[in-house]
């Protein structure tokens, strides 16, 4: 069982920059694909990004948005910069066992509670 806990969401102008960060309990952190994910008001939850061996981005993130992650601390992170008003969203990370990096909800078994960010026009 993994549990995750995203921190480092709030509200931001637009052009201005977050760092999300996702903690995970368990001792086999390093051997799961996490992914970020983030669903905006009347809409799906999408794919934003995710890590494994490498990194993979949604088109509408890509050059703006970097995922890394800290095995020895168990924690995943999603530098935002250049944010747009677009990206406001509830951000949820997720762990997917032994897997690559999918860009599938389905693939991931853990969520965390999700983080709102806000851009402000």
């Known amino acids: 069982q993994v549990q995750l806990a995203e921190s480092g969401g709030g509200l931001v102008q637009a052009g201005g920059s977050l760092r999300l960060s996702c903690a995970a309990s368990?001792?086999?952190?390093?051997?799961?694909?996490m992914g970020w994910f983030r669903q905006a008001p009347g809409k799906e939850r999408e794919f934003v990004a995710s890590?494994?061996?490498?990194?993979r981005y949604a088109d509408s993130v890509k050059g703006r948005f970097t995922i890394s992650r800290d095995n020895a601390k168990n924690t995943v992170y999603l530098q935002m910069m250049s944010l747009k008003p677009e990206d406001t969203a509830v951000y949820y990370c997720a762990a997917e066992p032994m897997g690559a990096g999918s860009a599938y909800e389905s693939s991931y078994e853990y969520w965390g509670q999700g983080t709102q960010v806000t851009v402000s026009s």
């Open positions: 890590i494994r061996l490498i990194t």
């Open positions: 368990g001792r086999t952190f390093s051997s799961y694909a």
